[in-house]
Structure formats: structure tokens, C-alpha cells
């Protein structure tokens, strides 16, 4: 077994646990943990399919790269959502202080 294999093989295991979890759990922060935990194994393979071939594919690592940054936002986009929706805003330094009088 080669070692693009092998890493194609983590990969998609790793997505089918963010799957199976994206299905089962019901808590908004486990969810966007097993979305994320998906899109690594998306990743993952990728990377394996760019190393496949000598030199490697630089379009398939741009698009990791690239795909990275916009899971990283996303995440944290869905933080916030998830947070608003929960009610757990958190107050200003304004708000915390008490008034001087």
C-alpha cells in the first residue's frame, strides 16, 4: 500500500465520522466540530491525490490552501450564529465597568 493511499483511506474516515456525527448530535458546537472534522478529510485527500504525482499538483494544494482559509471563516461565522442563537452574547468592557459617579 502506498502512503497516498493510506492517507486517502484516513481521509475518508475522517469524513465519514464528521458525517455520522453531523447526523447524530444534536448540540450546535459538535455539529460545526463535525463539519469541520469533513471538510479535514476533504483536505486530507486532496493532498494525498496532489503528492500522487512527481513534482506534486500545485492546483490541488492552492485549492487546500485556499479551502482552509474559507474554513476558517466559516467556522467562525457558524461560532457566532450559534452563539446568537444559544443567547450567550458577550457584553462590551462598557458594559461591565460600573458607572462613576
Not at 450546535?28 to 485527500?45: E, H, P
Not at 503528492?51 to 485549492?63: E, K, M
Not at 482559509?69 to 452574547?89: F, M, N
Amino acid at each position: 500500500m502506498s502512503s497516498s493511499l493510506f492517507w486517502m483511506i484516513i481521509g475518508a474516515a475522517l469524513w465519514l465520522l464528521g458525517l455520522h456525527g453531523l447526523l447524530t448530535l444534536r448540540q450546535a458546537l459538535r455539529r460545526i466540530i463535525a463539519f469541520n472534522l469533513m471538510g479535514s478529510g476533504v483536505f486530507l485527500v486532496m493532498i494525498a491525490l496532489a503528492t500522487r504525482s512527481q513534482p506534486s499538483d500545485p492546483l490541488l494544494v492552492a485549492l487546500v490552501v485556499t479551502g482552509l482559509v474559507v474554513a476558517i471563516s466559516a467556522t467562525a461565522l457558524a461560532l457566532r450564529l450559534a452563539s446568537v442563537a444559544h443567547g450567550s452574547q458577550p457584553q462590551s468592557q462598557e458594559h461591565q465597568q460600573e458607572p462613576r459617579q
